[in-house]
């Protein structure tokens, strides 16, 4: 079974997706596994999408489809990146639980909600969620960043060098949509109680982390706790808002905005998954920062239905 994963349209709803794939492939020898990456905002009204496959012989442009794989921007070349594909493969942009059927072996011991990081779950049954963290950690220590990305991300763990930090993963407030009484959509009060989670517990450590695309999420935190509010350097969208690429607007993104997108949210992840706490509630990078690092403690400050 030759397999190519691609990604889904946000970073890391496409990179656990291609980690999942690998934790399936390593315990199903048939499944033959490549990685692919690309700027899928690019091409609006295409034959492929999130959560669909296809055979390369069926699709009429397919050397498009898997051309430039940025996964080489950021990573070492592995065992699963490659630039050459078998003469027929399937093309997934899907997890491989929506197939689990056609494996001899799923691995529902270490995949049994099926490696997403939108579905609340995932969280709450903490004895799958242990197995899942350390079996995605496993195919995530495969993967070596590029000495540009090191350089990028020893630079940015400067800010927290020499201090107990917690951080705050906040996404778009409609992202948690159904979390909070009276918002079907998210809402002030996702920001209400994600202020409320930091306040109970800064007084243990020296600073909080926030992690957003959002600035005036940063304005507001800032305000609250001052010098103990560290961000990174990132450009960040004015109102509350998805990211350029996302749920509403699906506006295509250039090639650099993508690859800086894709560069930005390794950072924050990597950057999370250095902290002492991470307290956030479901989405793929809130999921893939403890995947990063198994051991990291988490909270959630909602968990969302439908997200």
Same mark, same amino acid.
């Given at each position: 079974?030759?397999?190519?994963?691609? #990604?889904?349209?946000?970073?890391?709803?496409?990179?656990?997706?291609q980690?999942?794939?690998m934790? !399936?492939?390593?315990? #199903?020898?048939?499944? #033959?596994?490549?990685? &692919?990456?690309?700027?899928?905002?690019?091409?609006?009204?295409?034959?492929?999408?999130?959560?669909?496959?296809?055979?390369?012989?069926?699709?009429? =442009?397919?050397?498009?489809?898997?051309?430039?794989?940025?996964?080489?921007?950021?990573f070492?070349?592995?065992?699963?990146?490659?630039?050459?594909?078998?003469?027929?493969?399937?093309?997934?942009?899907?997890?491989? @639980?929506?197939?689990?059927?056609?494996?001899?072996?799923?691995?529902?011991?270490t995949?049994?909600?099926?490696?997403? +990081?939108?579905?609340? *779950?995932?969280?709450?049954?903490?004895?799958?969620? =242990? =197995?899942?963290?350390?079996?995605?950690?496993?195919?995530?220590n495969?993967f070596?960043?590029?000495d540009?990305?090191?350089?990028?991300?020893?630079? $940015?763990?400067?800010?927290?060098?020499g201090?107990?930090?917690?951080?705050?993963?906040?996404?778009?407030?409609? &992202?948690y949509?159904?979390?909070?009484?009276?918002?079907?959509?998210?809402?002030p009060?996702?920001i209400? =109680?994600?202020?409320?989670?930091?306040? *109970?517990?800064?007084?243990?450590?020296?600073?909080?982390?926030?992690?957003?695309?959002?600035?005036?999420?940063?304005?507001?935190?800032?305000?609250?706790? +001052? %010098?103990?509010?560290?961000? !990174?350097?990132r450009?960040?969208?004015?109102?509350?808002?998805?990211?350029?690429? +996302?749920?509403?607007s699906?506006?295509?993104?250039?090639d650099? $905005?993508?690859?800086?997108?894709?560069q #930005? @949210?390794?950072?924050?992840?990597?950057?999370?998954?250095?902290? %002492?706490?991470?307290?956030? /509630?479901?989405?793929?990078?809130?999921?893939? /920062?403890?995947?990063?690092?198994?051991?990291?403690?988490?909270?959630m400050?909602?968990?969302? %239905?439908?997200?």
């Open positions: 079974m030759n397999v190519v994963s691609g #990604n889904c349209a946000g970073t890391f709803s496409g990179f656990l997706a980690l999942a794939w934790e !399936t492939a390593e315990k #199903n020898p048939e499944v #033959n596994l490549s990685l &692919h990456t690309r700027n899928k905002t690019h091409y609006p009204g295409s034959s492929y999408s999130n959560y669909r496959w296809f055979s390369s012989v069926d699709c009429n =442009n397919i050397d498009e489809v898997v051309g430039e794989n940025l996964l080489y921007d950021f070492e070349p592995n065992e699963y990146m490659t630039k050459e594909y078998p003469e027929e493969f399937t093309y997934f942009e899907t997890y491989p @639980a929506d197939i689990k059927d056609q494996f001899s072996n799923y691995p529902e011991d995949l049994k909600y099926d490696g997403r +990081g939108s579905k609340k *779950e995932q969280y709450t049954d903490t004895e799958f969620f =242990n =197995n899942t963290r350390v079996a995605l950690n496993r195919q995530w495969k070596t960043f590029t540009r990305m090191k350089k990028l991300i020893a630079e $940015e763990e400067k800010l927290i060098e201090k107990k930090v917690m951080t705050l993963m906040l996404r778009h407030s409609e &992202h949509a159904g979390a909070t009484k009276g918002y079907r959509l998210g809402g009060a996702v209400e =109680n994600a202020i409320r989670c930091v306040k *109970e517990r800064i007084d243990d450590y020296d600073a909080v982390l926030l992690t957003t695309l959002i600035q005036p999420f940063v304005d507001q935190f800032r305000d609250i706790f +001052g %010098d103990k509010l560290i961000t !990174t350097n450009d960040r969208f004015p109102i509350d808002i998805d990211w350029k690429g +996302g749920r509403y699906q506006e295509p993104m250039t650099v $905005e993508y690859d800086t997108e894709y #930005n @949210a390794f950072l924050d992840v990597a950057l999370t998954s250095k902290t %002492d706490l991470v307290i956030g /509630s479901s989405s793929n990078m809130f999921l893939a /920062s403890m995947c990063m690092n198994p051991k990291l403690n988490y909270e400050f909602v968990i969302a %239905d439908g997200c």
